[in-house]
Structures are given as C-alpha cells and as structure tokens.
C-alpha cells in the first residue's frame, strides 16, 4: 500500500515561472536507471504512467511508496531541466503518517522550486546577455558617424583636387600651342633634309658597284673550304700533332680504349649494353608523377610478389605494397606490420549493456544518451563477432562520439577488451584481455559539439595479450571513462548508436 505524500497534486513551472504545461516526470530507483512505480491514489493501488505527463496546470499526483526515488523532470519536448536524487520516503503508519507525508511532499515541492529557481538564473543571464549586446551596438552606431564624417571631409579634399587639375589643363592647351609652333619650323628642316638625301643616294649607287666587286673576290676566296688563307700547321705551331680525327674511338664518345670506363665516365653504367625493353633500374626517386597511360600489355607494373609467410619475415618498410601469391591479397607495409588491402570493414551501432555501475541513461536531442560523470566509476558492455572477412594481423578499433557542455580540457574514454577464442576459452575467460592505449581528446571550441574517440581494441599487429585474433573469435568490449587522468569536470554525453568496430 502506498503511504506517503498526501499533498492531492504537485506542480512544475518552466523557465519563465510559467505552468510546464505537458512536462514529463520519470522516477527511477536511486542512483540507478530502474523504473520505480507512484500511484494516482493514497490506496496505492492504481500506478501512474511512468513518465507523469503534467495536465494543462503543470500539475500530477503524485504518491510514492516507501524508499529511496530519482526524478528526472523533463519538459514536453523531452529536454531535461532537473535531475533529482535520493528522494526519501519514509514508511508509517498511525498518527505519523500526516507528518511524515508532509515532509515527502515538502522534498518534491522543494525539487520543483530548484528547477524554477534554475530557470529564473538562466532567464537573468540572458538579461545581461542582451544589455551587454546593446552597449555593442552603441558603441557601432557611434563608430559609424565617425566614419561618415571622414567620408565628407574626403570629399572636400577631391574637390580642390579637381580644382588644380582643372589649372594644370589649361596650362598644357598653351604647352601645345607653342609645340605647334615649333612643329612648323622643323618641317622646313626636313625639307631641307630632302635635298640632302638625294645626294646621299648617288653616292651610294657608287657603293654599290664597289661592293658587287668585292663580293666576287670574296666568292673565289670561300671556294677554297681546305685551307682558304694558305695557313701551314708550322705556322700556328702545330707540325707535331698528326692529321687524324678529333676522335679515334668514336663508339665509346672519349677516345678510352676501354669501352667499359668510357661508359662509367658517362654514367651510363651497363645501360649502354642493354636492350630498350629490358634496362633494370636499381634504385633512385621518382620526382614527379608516374603516368602509366592506358593499360595495355606493354603498360603494366607488377609490384613485388612473394608467398605471405615469406613477406612477413622481410624488413618492415612503410609505404611499400606488395601482393601474397598464396593469399591473393596486396598489402600495405605500415613499417610495423603487412595490412591487408580492403580487408577494412566494420559495424555501427553497438548493443551496448548496462549493469549496476552503468551511467546514466537520459534523452538529449532526441536521442538516449549514457552521462559519464566526472569522478565516477562506471562501465557499458558490449559484444562483437569478428567477420569472415577479417584477415589476422590487422588492427581492431571501437570508435565513437561523446559530447560536453563545456569548451575546454580533455576527456579519457576507454576500454578493456576480452578475447574468446572460438573452440578455446569459456565466455567467462579473462586470460586474454587488453586495455586500449588511446589518448585523452580535447573538447571542441563549441559546447555540446561531438568529439570522436578511437580505442585500440587490438595491438597494431592484431593481438590481445599476445594472442592474434582470428575471424569468428568473439570480443567482449568493456567501455569506461578515465577520470583520474582527464581534466573534464563535465559529464561525457555518449550516444550508444555513435559506436562502431572496425578491422583494418
């Protein structure tokens, strides 16, 4: 039988003092996320709906049965304004029982004030919000004048600028004037010029009867291509050097005997003795792209093959592909580990499992969110099968979102993850089990932006506890949040269905 609360209803204002009209009253279990019954009657024998809808007032009864109760107040929209906690209701019987009701009812009244009273601080922020945005403004308007009266004054200073110009114009037409002048003059002087250059042509007729003659001799003095001036080699002094091309080797380009030397001088090495479709090239860079054009059986390249065993026991090299004859797979060289190439994949949202250190569990932005308070110690579960499609060797990841109301410091998201092998361990097995390595993640600069995290389920070699997984094997993922190391102090919202494991 219920006992407590007579007060006949409670009601709930929203942030403006108003009646929360449609609100949702959820009452849990203390300190858990367990549904806990009230009823509509001090009997105690018909329940509410869990949530309490709020009439048109903000108004429910509201009776509780003996124990420790949660209430999570939402608004109509699902928006959480209060969480309660460790509401105590006492059970009696007899003449205590109006006392004892009264005081239960004075701790929901009590939890109702706090959240008005939270609304009345919210509505004053925003008072002095939209002062402070006000005194910008002036302070605009007041900068704006101050420009216009520049503007003006520019203004003035191009008019007497016109002003000089409009004097330098007229100063130019009498310029030009005087430049007309002096035009007229130098024609008579090409006139004069005139007669001079007809003088000039006679002269040069001459000249060019000279030149023709000239050019004649000139024609029989090339003729003789071998020696044109008659010049012996004991004149320059040359009579000992002998009558020979400049080059006696002409195969190897610098008069060596040896063909071998001559090449090495050229830097051609043994290229010069190989055929066109068959030069080895041993090492140097590639300095700008590699364009192979359409493919074609000439165009091809083949990259390094070998069986997979074999490749695993060569130096790690990063950025190298290669391609296991026995797997019929290519593979990337991390300079840590071979990584199969499209052996990625993954799946989204996780079925994650809550037990007695779960975190909250509320509605955001319509959608469930698990809160990860700030110094508390609490766990989600889940499970993934790992695919067919796996190849062993390459790493394992959880990744997932969590948000803040806060734009600053780091928070430390977690897990410990558990191998059982198939045909091998129990599901209770703990032999192989990893903690992820990750690091803590900086909030973003805007409050409730989502952050991603990704947790190393798995070494970089695809192991837990030295021990490789293999496709079919099953991972039991324990996620938590390292408060002891992040500098938070805000909860750390999850959406559950943010989270996937993926296999590289």
């Known amino acids: 039988m219920a006992k407590n609360i007579p007060q006949i209803k409670q009601q709930f204002f929203d942030e403006n003092g108003d009646p929360l009209v449609g609100g949702k009253i959820w009452t849990y279990e203390a300190n858990s996320t367990t549904p806990k019954a009230t009823y509509t009657n001090?009997?105690?024998?018909?329940?509410?709906?869990?949530?309490?809808?709020?009439?048109?007032?903000?108004?429910?009864?509201?009776?509780?049965?003996?124990?420790?109760?949660?209430?999570?107040?939402?608004?109509?929209?699902d928006q959480t304004l209060n969480t309660i906690n460790e509401i105590r209701v006492e059970p009696v019987d007899g003449s205590d029982e109006a006392a004892a009701a009264s005081a239960a009812a004075a701790a929901i009244s009590a939890a109702a004030a706090l959240v008005s009273e939270n609304n009345a601080e919210t509505a004053e922020t925003n008072a002095e919000t939209a002062e402070t945005n006000a005194a910008a403004s002036a302070a605009t308007a007041t900068t704006q004048a101050s420009n216009a009266s520049t503007s003006a004054s520019n203004a003035s200073t191009s008019a007497s600028t016109a002003t000089t110009q409009a004097g330098i114009a007229t100063t130019k037409a009498g310029e030009a004037n005087a430049s007309a002048i002096a035009a007229a003059a130098s024609a008579v002087d090409a006139a004069a010029s005139a007669v001079a250059a007809d003088a000039s042509a006679d002269a040069a007729a001459l000249s060019e009867t000279a030149a023709a003659a000239s050019a004649g001799a000139a024609t029989t003095h090339i003729a003789n291509t071998s020696n044109p001036h008659s010049v012996t080699k004991t004149q320059v002094g040359l009579s000992n050097v002998s009558n020979d091309a400049q080059l006696k080797i002409a195969s190897n380009l610098s008069d060596l005997?040896?063909?071998?030397?001559?090449?090495?001088?050229?830097?051609?090495?043994?290229?010069?003795?190989?055929?066109?479709?068959?030069?080895?090239i041993t090492g140097g860079t590639i300095t700008a792209d590699f364009d192979g054009g359409t493919a074609s059986n000439t165009q091809r390249i083949t990259i390094p093959k070998n069986t997979k065993a074999n490749l695993d026991a060569l130096t790690r090299k990063e950025g190298t592909i290669v391609y296991a004859t026995d797997q019929a797979k290519a593979y990337v060289d991390t300079g840590a580990a071979l990584i199969a190439v499209g052996s990625g994949g993954g799946g989204s949202s996780l079925n994650w499992i809550e037990d007695a250190l779960a975190p909250v569990a509320s509605s955001e932005y319509g959608q469930r969110v698990y809160a990860f308070a700030d110094g508390e110690t609490q766990y989600l579960y889940a499970a993934v099968r790992v695919p067919s499609t796996y190849t062993a060797g390459g790493q394992i990841n959880l990744r997932g979102l969590f948000y803040g109301n806060a734009t600053a410091n780091t928070v430390l998201m977690k897990t410990v993850a558990t191998l059982i092998r198939t045909g091998t361990d129990a599901v209770s097995s703990t032999t192989n089990q990893r903690t992820s390595t990750n690091s803590a993640v900086t909030l973003a600069t805007t409050a409730n932006r989502p952050n991603a995290f990704v947790c190393d389920l798995t070494s970089s070699t695809g192991q837990i506890n030295s021990d490789s997984v293999s496709a079919g094997d099953l991972i039991?993922?324990?996620?938590?949040?390292?408060?002891?190391?992040?500098?938070?102090?805000?909860d750390a919202m999850f959406p559950p269905y943010s989270s996937e494991v993926t296999f590289t």
């Open 476 to 490: 039991l993922i324990r996620l938590t949040r390292d408060t002891a190391t992040d500098t938070a102090t805000v």
């Open 42 to 77: 001090r009997a105690g024998d018909t329940e509410n709906t869990n949530p309490v809808i709020l009439n048109s007032a903000g108004e429910a009864e509201i009776w509780c049965s003996a124990g420790l109760y949660k209430f999570i107040i939402m608004d109509a929209n």
């Open 257 to 280: 005997a040896n063909a071998g030397t001559a090449r090495t001088n050229l830097g051609l090495g043994t290229m010069a003795t190989q055929a066109a479709s068959a030069v080895a």
